[in-house]
């Protein structure tokens, strides 16, 4: 059974950083794409990171190279580092993964964790 689990979000002010965590004991993270996507009140879920068995790396448009995306397939654990954070950056983040293929194909990845609140003022 896969069960995700993020962890390390936070209130911050604007300009901090914050290292998000992700993992699973249930899933051979090696064999997956593995995402970050993040929610704000009253939007739609967006695609911020992903990152491919091989640590191929893909963002989201929106972002202009203030997050980094990182996996530790021994460790079964996916981090994304958030620098530089802006107001609009505050949301629920979330990671999933996705069986294979482009892993910057947003609408396919599945298996979502509860997610972690980061919240930027």
């Not at 202009?64 to 580092?81: E, M, P």
Request: charged share 15%; hydrophobic share 30%.
């Amino acid at each position: 059974h896969v069960q995700l689990v993020e962890s390390g979000g936070g209130s911050v002010q604007a300009g901090g950083s914050l290292r998000l965590s992700c993992t699973d004991s249930g899933l051979t993270y090696g064999s997956y794409c593995l995402g970050w996507f993040r929610q704000a009140v009253g939007k739609e879920r967006e695609g911020v990171a992903g990152i491919s068995p091989g640590s191929i790396t893909i963002y989201g448009s929106s972002l202009r190279g203030r997050f980094t995306i990182s996996r530790d397939n021994a460790q079964n654990t996916l981090f994304l580092q958030l620098n530089s954070l802006q107001h609009d950056d505050t949301g629920m983040y979330y990671c999933a993964t996705k069986t294979g293929g482009n892993c910057g194909d947003w609408a396919q990845y599945h298996n979502w964790g509860q997610g972690t609140q980061v919240t930027v003022s």
